[in-house]
């Protein structure tokens, strides 16, 4: 494991923390900052594209196949980051796999509390296969919130009737809003995401919400049927026994899932890609992942 590149990467993060008490307008400025220095994949175009109302970053690899999808749902708790944030991300990403990647802007809290969020995710996917893609050329991918809405997109798709994409890949997904997992609690160092990070994140976007709706977490749905599923997540971070619990479920349903945990890592170490080699090897199996399902071939 990198120990020394992952605290020399959190030493510099902490030099330039969140402000207090800002707007969201503010916040997000800040976190759009704090990638801003990373380097980009090369051999990719990046355009402001729209499918339909949905407008996000088009990232093509060059001599790619751009009739095959990742649509990846950025994180950042329904509040924070863009489609711009990600594109350490989402530019290795198409440049892994040959592939188009669709990042959408979708809208955030609190201007738009749950289930905004979902129905944009959910809206963005009817519109794709409506409009030219076949489902099993989509994959459909996301980070924390992000990955939230990838999985709970498959499974509105499914109880809807709509034809599957071809797999998931899943980063630290966030789905137990209710915190019944152990790591929750035995986590309790974790640099990104503290509990009063998350509880801000959680009133900005359910209010006093149903923590457990079907609207807002896919946790408790029924996973029969789904296609292919990579999660990764790692072990030192909160969120850890959310992709442990999905993964189980899955398994259980019947789907075939995938889960490495990578150890020593916290929430969001994708971020930091070209500069720790487990944020790069976390990109690497899961375009190798991807490749493997075959997908529109």
């Known amino acids: 494991m990198s120990k020394e590149q992952l605290a020399d990467i959190l030493k510099a993060s902490a030099q330039n923390p969140p402000p207090q008490n800002a707007s969201p307008a503010k916040m997000r400025a800040w976190a759009d900052e704090i990638t801003a220095g990373m380097p980009l994949a090369g051999g990719v175009m990046i355009s402001r594209s ?140 974790e640099p990104i995401l503290p509990p009063h990070v998350l509880d801000g994140f959680k009133q900005a976007y359910l209010g006093d919400g149903d923590r457990k709706s079907s609207k807002v977490t896919p946790l408790y749905a029924d996973f029969a049927g789904l296609p292919p599923t990579l999660i990764h997540a790692g072990s030192w971070e909160r969120l850890r026994d959310d992709s442990i619990k999905l993964f189980a479920r899955m398994q259980l349903a019947g789907v075939d899932a995938r889960l490495k945990i990578f150890y020593g890592m916290c929430h969001g170490w994708q971020f930091f890609a070209p500069v720790l080699d487990e944020g790069m090897d976390s990109l690497t199996q899961s375009a190798l992942f991807i490749k493997s399902v075959e997908v529109g071939r």
């Open 50 to 189: 729209r499918f339909g109302p949905y407008e996000g970053d088009l990232i093509v690899p060059e001599g790619g196949d751009a009739s095959r999808l990742i649509i990846y749902y950025h994180g950042g708790g329904f509040f924070l980051f863009s489609s711009q944030t990600y594109r350490v991300t989402t530019t290795h990403l198409a440049l892994m796999t040959g592939m188009a990647v669709f990042a959408p802007d979708y809208r955030l809290a609190p201007e738009h509390a749950a289930p905004a969020a979902h129905d944009d995710a959910f809206g963005l996917y009817q519109w794709v296969v409506a409009h030219g893609y076949a489902a099993d050329r989509i994959v459909l991918g996301g980070d924390s919130a992000g990955g939230n809405l990838a999985l709970a997109t498959a499974v509105r798709a499914k109880d809807a009737g709509l034809a599957m994409p071809s797999a998931l890949v899943l980063f630290s997904p966030w789905l137990d809003f209710a915190e019944e997992g152990e790591s929750y609690r035995s986590v309790v160092d």
